[in-house]
């Protein structure tokens, strides 16, 4: 996010979902839109009804695929060699938006020379992919101009993730495919608020609306709209926390509706973090992996049990209602967090969540017009800058905030770790349909247990048959940071070399396996590429 | 466009739509049972059949497309006879029982036989009986209900792609069936339960919850993936008991898996119900007020001897905005650190 942010200037899907049926081709890369956004590939789907191009870059035979033009099956972490690859293809075919690079952009002649390297036999040597079909994609998209891209952590969780989101943006500045509409480049957020979250500024470095805390007069602003003095300093990401808890730097920490021993990377690295700390507090709903480390839990709400907003993919902020009443003595976490402050000397401001983004309006311009009576019945996008606005559908319309769109050159760096004779395959991770990310919620679901409460590694039938590895049978997965004992799922969908587990299953985590090594501008771990080795057990 | 009249009002409309879409344009009703506003037309259920001048039968509404000078009656003696005896014939192969019928109240079939009045009926005779169920967790497919109208086997192969259902046999043999009739093995997605009209196809676990007696409707939005769909919580007694979604929403109506089916962990037994306070290794129940001012004593002590950064917050982004501005606000001016983050990099 804070790769695209950089180029752009803002990190948010540029389009809106209505505007996918618009689009001529999607470029859909590193993401499993069917299984992890259905309802956006419903939409997809309605755009190929209508006659658009779906081109899908992934390591594994997604289900998107069945609708796709072209499917590029990709060795993990290959995507740069890839975008760089197409990108020099539609340099060569004199393809690129010659009006958009001289009048939008500029860094573009340095850039040129920096792909030059990416020859179509090179690219395929890096990826995997077969030249012809690299070409046939760059020309498709690079013909098109009314095209779409689409990616998700299959892109970011890598410790390349930065460079693969510039790589990506290199490639809609060098088409001019964005800031139109059914136009643009879009990142689509796995969780429902990871939007709102960001925004609200969740976040170690900003405050509200990505205004930079290390900024003096920023800082003003809100020392003087929160009546208190605020520090200098950026904190600490989610991934380096765990790593000064167990520096000892950072003695205690306050967890709302997170499970950080599941879903972060390296998990006994976690837990002995979350061990050393003198004070955890956790609020969630469950008795999480994480809770169960605390010295105090709160029982929190859930999305039905409370109102709000969230803040979808497509920056539509919208609301959320109360429909039950929690469980026992469970609160809601705002009144929490207020009651608690008051403790701490400091008053919040306000009771109610409506005037939480009332104030949260006047701190950040970009959600000033957007009230409740607003939201009633549809969302609004930010940007709204007033009562009367009606929301922003896609971004750019009128330039980019940073004045011109700069060309990052990128280079092909492979994965922190390869496969080697001891670690001869590359796992990757992600979700399946049914489970959702560390799967508190929907593994309590009973009927989505029973259809999907086994974990499995998926692997190719070529490596399972010289594994001597049945369909069903037992195996185990090691990595330098731990091992695992699953079931075997032989499928075509993984290529040779690659197996891929979903991430849900606490029973067989994949993140004791995945590696911890971070992105070094974002702080985003490779989920999506470690070595592994396989046998039968 | 086309200009053309409906039961005496001009209208123009735009050429290529269909006469029960214009009809419906200026709030002309027909009855249909097989046409969806989201899928192509069928003309399998023969209810919204309308007389056109100049033609020499009534023609089905949902196929035909207006042309300029078309003067359309939807509504005479002869389409109600023709309306009432389509309706019979179906209803003559269905089961009456809409006393335990999951979708009653909510069924566009007992609908239509309630505004025709049809009590008796003339073609009483042999009825389709099926005995097999199906053993998938989510759908439940009762096929002695269904009429028949094939959207359930539209939306799974326009909307959804999966194509997991067809038609299968031929004459009073018909019905819907999935690959060798397996039991359904799809998505589950549940867009064939949206736009079933009959209750042929419901959810497994609404079954027994509670229809529409006493049952409070609340629109929300889905709390799962980033696309924010729209949903319908339908709640009895403070439980949920149906989860649905609008045709006229962001997401047209369409929901997954998750959003449609995943809602039973609201109020699983396993949900916390007190704060808890370990003390020796071991949690105890606390009251709201020992627990936070523990956490109020221990920050402030942390604060005062390693200073605001020894503190740290993670926050979610399952959590509402304002949940999550309230607690980086306490973070930053309450606690006095920018330590705080979420999950968006996991």
Redesign the interface.
């Known amino acids: 996010?804070a790769g695209l942010a950089a180029i752009f200037g803002s990190g948010a899907m540029t389009n809106s979902?209505?505007e996918i049926e618009g689009m001529e081709v999607i470029f859909i890369i590193g993401s499993n839109t069917?299984e992890?956004?259905?309802?956006?590939?419903?939409r997809m789907?309605?755009a190929?009804?209508k006659g658009a191009k779906i081109i899908v870059a992934d390591p594994r035979k997604v289900p998107m695929t069945?609708?796709s033009e072209l499917f590029l099956k990709m060795r993990p972490g290959s995507d740069v060699a890839l975008l760089n690859g197409m990108a020099r293809v539609i340099v060569k075919e004199g393809l690129e938006n010659k009006e958009f690079i001289s009048d939008k952009t500029e860094g573009y002649e340095e850039w040129k020379k920096a792909i030059e390297e990416y020859t179509p036999e090179y690219v395929s040597k890096l990826t995997g992919i077969p030249k012809d079909d690299m070409i046939a994609a760059a020309r498709l998209y690079g013909k098109s101009r009314r095209a779409g891209i689409f990616y998700t952590m299959g892109i970011?969780?890598h410790a390349c993730g930065t460079d693969n989101v510039r790589a990506v943006a290199n490639l809609a500045t060098l088409t001019g495919n964005i800031g139109r509409e059914s136009t643009g480049v879009n990142p689509?957020?796995?969780?429902?608020?990871?939007?709102?979250?960001?925004?609200?500024?969740?976040?170690?470095?900003v405050?509200?609306g990505y205004q930079r805390?290390d900024q003096d007069e920023v800082r003003e602003k809100?020392e003087k709209a929160?009546g208190?003095s605020?520090?200098p300093?950026?904190?600490?990401?989610?991934?380096e926390?765990m790593n000064?808890?167990r520096a000892g730097?950072?003695?205690?920490?306050?967890?709302?509706?997170?499970n950080?021993v599941f879903?972060?990377p390296h998990m006994h690295h976690t837990v002995e973090a979350l061990e050393k700390l003198?004070?955890l507090?956790v609020q969630?709903?469950?008795?999480t992996e994480t809770?169960r480390l605390?010295?105090?839990?709160?029982?929190?709400s859930?999305?039905?049990?409370?109102d709000?907003?969230?803040?979808?993919?497509?920056r539509?902020?919208?609301?959320?209602?109360?429909?039950?009443?929690p469980?026992?003595?469970?609160?809601?976490?705002?009144s929490?967090?207020?009651?608690?402050?008051r403790?701490?000397?400091?008053d919040?401001g306000?009771t109610t969540?409506s005037e939480?983004?009332e104030?949260?309006g006047r701190v950040w311009p970009a959600l000033s017009g957007i009230d409740y009576h607003r939201i009633a019945k549809?969302?609004l996008q930010w940007p709204c800058t007033s009562k009367d606005h009606p929301g922003t559908e896609y971004l750019y319309k009128d330039g980019f905030p940073k004045g011109k769109v700069p060309f990052v050159p990128v280079s092909f760096r492979p994965p922190v770790e390869i496969a080697d004779a001891q670690y001869p395959f590359v796992l990757t991770t992600g979700r399946n349909?049914?489970q959702?990310h560390s799967g508190?919620?929907?593994r309590?679901?009973?009927?989505?247990e029973?259809?999907a409460g086994d974990a499995y590694v998926e692997i190719n039938p070529e490596d399972a048959a010289r594994l001597k590895i049945s369909d069903h049978g037992l195996v185990r997965v090691r990595s330098r940071r731990g091992s695992v004992d699953i079931k075997a799922r032989i499928t075509t969908r993984v290529s040779e070399g690659v197996v891929f587990i979903p991430m849900h299953y606490h029973e067989a985590a994949a993140n004791v396996l995945t590696n911890d090594a971070l992105d070094p501008v974002?702080?985003?771990?490779e989920?999506k590429a470690c070595a592994v080795s396989v046998e039968a057990v | 466009m086309a200009k053309i009249k409906i039961d005496g009002i001009d209208t123009t409309v735009a050429e290529g739509m269909t006469v029960l879409e214009a009809a419906r344009n200026i709030g002309v009703r027909i009855p249909a049972l097989c046409q969806h506003p989201k899928l192509t037309p069928f003309g399998g259920c023969r209810l919204c059949l309308v007389e056109i001048k100049g033609f020499p039968r009534p023609v089905t509404s949902c196929t035909t497309p207006v042309s300029d000078g078309m003067e359309i009656v939807t509504t005479s003696p002869t389409i109600e006879r023709l309306r009432r005896t389509v309706l019979e014939l179906i209803l003559s192969d269905h089961p009456n029982d809409c006393m335990i019928c999951e979708q009653a109240g909510a069924c566009t079939l007992q609908e239509l036989a309630y505004e025709y009045g049809l009590r008796e009926n003339r073609f009483a005779g042999e009825r389709r009986v099926y005995e097999k169920k199906d053993g998938?967790?989510?759908i439940e497919r009762d096929l002695e209900k269904c009429i028949l109208c094939g959207r359930c086997v539209k939306v799974c192969d326009?909307?959804?792609?999966v194509e997991a259902i067809d038609f299968g046999y031929r004459g009073f043999d018909s019905k819907i069936v999935t690959s060798f009739e397996d039991d359904l093995n799809c998505?589950?997605?549940g867009q064939c339960v949206s736009v079933c009209p009959t209750g042929a196809l419901t959810g497994?676990?609404w079954a027994k919850h509670g229809r529409q007696m006493g049952v409070?409707e609340?629109?929300?939005?889905?709390?799962?993936?980033?696309?924010?769909?729209?949903i319908t919580?339908h709640?009895k007694n403070?439980?949920?008991v149906r989860v649905t979604s609008k045709e006229d929403t962001?997401?047209?109506g369409?929901?997954?898996?998750?959003?449609r089916?995943?809602?039973?962990?609201?109020?699983?037994p396993?949900?916390?119900?007190?704060?808890?306070?370990?003390k020796d290794g071991e949690?105890r129940e606390?009251t709201?007020d020992e627990?936070?001012?523990?956490?109020?004593d221990?920050?402030?002590k942390?604060k005062r001897e390693?200073g605001?950064?020894?503190?740290?917050?993670?926050?979610?982004?399952?959590?509402?905005?304002?949940?999550?501005?309230?607690?980086?606000?306490?973070?930053?001016?309450?606690?006095?650190?920018?330590?705080?983050?979420?999950?968006?990099?996991?």
């Not at chain 1, 605390?294 to 929190?300: N, Q, T």
């Not at chain 1, 859930?302 to 409370?306: D, H, L, R, S």
């Not at chain 2, 396993?270 to 370990?278: A, F, W």
Request: with cysteine; glycine share 6%.
């Open positions: 996010m979902i209505r069917k992890t956004h259905p309802v956006i590939a419903n789907i309605k190929y009804r069945k609708f970011t969780q689509l957020r796995g969780q429902n608020n990871v939007q709102g979250a960001s925004d609200a500024a969740c976040l170690p470095n405050y509200p805390v809100f929160w208190v605020l520090s300093q950026c904190g600490v990401t989610a991934t926390m000064a808890a730097s950072i003695k205690a920490m306050y967890i709302m509706g997170e950080p879903t972060d003198d004070f507090v969630d709903i469950f008795m809770a605390a010295d105090v839990v709160l029982p929190a859930c999305a039905p049990e409370k709000g907003t969230f803040s979808n993919t497509e539509r902020v919208q609301r959320v209602r109360k429909a039950v009443n469980p026992g003595e469970a609160r809601d976490d705002l929490v967090i207020i009651d608690l402050s403790r701490l000397g400091y919040m306000f969540p939480v983004l104030e949260f549809y969302g349909l049914y959702y508190s919620m929907t309590r679901v009973k009927q989505i029973s259809h974002v702080k985003i771990p989920f | 998938n967790p989510f326009e909307v959804q792609g998505e589950f997605c497994k676990q409070k609340t629109d929300s939005i889905c709390s799962y993936c980033g696309t924010g769909c729209t919580y709640v403070n439980d949920i962001l997401n047209e369409w929901l997954c898996v998750k959003g089916f995943g809602y039973k962990f609201v109020s699983s396993d949900r916390l119900k007190h704060p808890l306070i370990k949690f606390a709201w627990a936070l001012d523990l956490i109020a221990r920050l402030k942390i390693d605001p950064d020894a503190i740290a917050g993670l926050s979610s982004a399952r959590c509402t905005n304002e949940e999550n501005y309230a607690f980086q606000k306490f973070i930053r001016a309450a606690v006095g650190t920018n330590n705080v983050d979420h999950c968006a990099r996991l």
